[in-house]
């Protein structure tokens, strides 16, 4: 697979809550950054992380509205959308996926802004 097939695939294993299948893409020492947040690394802690996040979500939908493949360089401009109970919250991001020569993912950087996460869920849930 190309890095940016293999990229397609790794969210598509998100969209359907598949943490294995997702994990299965990624190295041992991938280091993911939600940035504005700390790097998280390590493949146990990114699946406990994405567990941790996805499971009071019912559905998961990313849209990728562009994307750029350089080298073994994905990047692309994505609308994250997760649904909770009381409705969706929505992310713009802008994600940076660096592919080892293994095809595994070894950098999943996203840019969002915090204020807007931390107001939307907010409004969902009333906190």
Do not use: C, H
């Amino acid at each position: 697979m190309s890095p940016e097939e293999i990229v397609n695939a790794f969210i598509a294993a998100i969209e359907a809550k598949d943490i294995d299948t997702a994990m299965s893409m990624v190295s041992e020492t991938i280091s993911y950054e939600n940035v504005p947040m700390a790097p998280i690394s390590g493949r146990e802690n990114v699946a406990a992380t994405l567990d941790a996040f996805l499971t009071p979500v019912s559905n998961i939908d990313w849209q990728i509205l562009n994307q750029w493949a350089i080298g073994r360089t994905v990047i692309n401009e994505r609308l994250d959308r997760f649904q909770f109970d009381n409705g969706w919250l929505e992310m713009p991001v802008a994600g940076i996926f660096e592919i080892d020569d293994n095809d595994q993912i070894v950098l999943w950087r996203d840019y969002f802004d915090l204020n807007t996460y931390v107001r939307r869920m907010a409004e969902l849930t009333g906190e």
